[in-house]
Protein backbone atom coordinates (compact mmCIF):
# COMPACT_ATOMS: atom_id res chain seq x y z
CA UNK A 1 0.00 0.00 0.00
CA UNK A 2 1.31 3.51 -0.94
CA UNK A 3 1.19 6.28 1.70
CA UNK A 4 -2.45 7.65 1.30
CA UNK A 5 -3.95 4.94 -0.92
CA UNK A 6 -6.54 3.38 0.11
CA UNK A 7 -6.22 0.70 -2.78
CA UNK A 8 -4.29 -2.67 -2.01
CA UNK A 9 -1.87 -4.36 -4.65
CA UNK A 10 -2.70 -7.96 -5.12
CA UNK A 11 1.11 -9.21 -5.02
CA UNK A 12 2.73 -10.09 -8.83
CA UNK A 13 -0.14 -10.73 -11.64
CA UNK A 14 -3.30 -8.92 -12.10
CA UNK A 15 -2.33 -5.58 -11.42
CA UNK A 16 0.06 -3.42 -12.04
CA UNK A 17 -0.47 0.02 -11.41
CA UNK A 18 -3.27 2.17 -10.89
CA UNK A 19 -3.96 6.40 -10.99
CA UNK A 20 -6.05 8.56 -10.38
CA UNK A 21 -7.25 11.41 -12.60
CA UNK A 22 -6.03 13.88 -9.53
CA UNK A 23 -2.24 12.69 -11.12
CA UNK A 24 -1.02 10.09 -8.66
CA UNK A 25 0.05 6.90 -10.04
CA UNK A 26 1.32 3.80 -8.11
CA UNK A 27 3.10 1.24 -9.36
CA UNK A 28 2.72 -2.71 -7.65
CA UNK A 29 6.09 -2.84 -5.87
CA UNK A 30 5.76 -7.07 -6.59
CA UNK A 31 5.94 -6.73 -9.76
CA UNK A 32 9.30 -7.20 -11.85
CA UNK A 33 9.43 -4.08 -14.49
CA UNK A 34 12.09 -3.45 -16.96
CA UNK A 35 13.47 -0.91 -18.98
CA UNK A 36 12.05 -0.98 -22.75
CA UNK A 37 15.61 -2.33 -24.17
CA UNK A 38 14.41 -5.95 -21.93
CA UNK A 39 12.21 -8.64 -23.06
CA UNK A 40 12.30 -10.54 -19.57
CA UNK A 41 9.76 -8.64 -17.42
CA UNK A 42 7.21 -5.77 -17.46
CA UNK A 43 7.61 -2.98 -19.45
CA UNK A 44 7.27 0.16 -16.97
CA UNK A 45 7.21 2.52 -19.83
CA UNK A 46 4.19 0.64 -21.46
CA UNK A 47 2.81 0.63 -17.94
CA UNK A 48 3.05 3.92 -17.45
CA UNK A 49 1.87 5.26 -20.42
CA UNK A 50 -1.38 3.37 -19.91
CA UNK A 51 -1.75 4.98 -16.36
CA UNK A 52 -0.83 8.20 -17.27
CA UNK A 53 -4.08 7.77 -19.93
CA UNK A 54 -6.21 7.31 -17.05
CA UNK A 55 -4.92 10.53 -15.32
CA UNK A 56 -5.74 12.02 -18.68
CA UNK A 57 -9.10 10.87 -18.54
CA UNK A 58 -9.14 7.92 -21.17
CA UNK A 59 -10.85 4.59 -20.21
CA UNK A 60 -9.85 1.55 -20.79
CA UNK A 61 -10.44 0.73 -24.60
CA UNK A 62 -10.47 -2.97 -25.72
CA UNK A 63 -9.07 -2.47 -29.04
CA UNK A 64 -6.03 -4.67 -30.35
CA UNK A 65 -2.66 -2.62 -30.39
CA UNK A 66 -4.57 0.11 -27.71
CA UNK A 67 -2.46 1.08 -25.28
CA UNK A 68 -5.57 1.34 -22.92
CA UNK A 69 -6.77 -2.02 -23.69
CA UNK A 70 -7.20 -3.32 -19.95
CA UNK A 71 -5.16 -6.45 -20.54
CA UNK A 72 -1.15 -6.24 -20.31
CA UNK A 73 -0.22 -7.73 -23.85
CA UNK A 74 3.56 -7.63 -23.58
CA UNK A 75 5.35 -6.18 -27.00
CA UNK A 76 8.36 -4.58 -27.72
CA UNK A 77 7.75 -1.24 -26.08
CA UNK A 78 11.66 0.23 -27.22
CA UNK A 79 9.45 2.32 -30.45
CA UNK A 80 6.39 2.67 -27.99
CA UNK A 81 3.84 4.45 -30.21
CA UNK A 82 0.33 5.49 -29.56
CA UNK A 83 -2.05 4.07 -31.81
CA UNK A 84 -4.31 6.38 -34.09
CA UNK A 85 -7.06 5.18 -32.10
CA UNK A 86 -5.02 6.63 -28.91
CA UNK A 87 -4.68 9.48 -30.42
CA UNK A 88 -8.02 10.54 -31.20
CA UNK A 89 -9.47 9.48 -28.14
CA UNK A 90 -7.08 11.74 -26.38
CA UNK A 91 -7.51 14.65 -29.27
CA UNK A 92 -11.58 14.03 -28.05
CA UNK A 93 -11.24 14.99 -24.59
CA UNK A 94 -8.53 17.74 -25.24
Not at 39 to 67: D, K, M, N
Request: charged letters at 20%; proline letters at 5%.
Amino acid sequence: RHLGCSQVFDGTGQEYAHAWRLGDVHFDDDEHFVSPSSSEGISLLTVAVHEIGHVLGLPHIRRPGSIMHPNYIPQDSKDLELDWYDRKAIQQIY
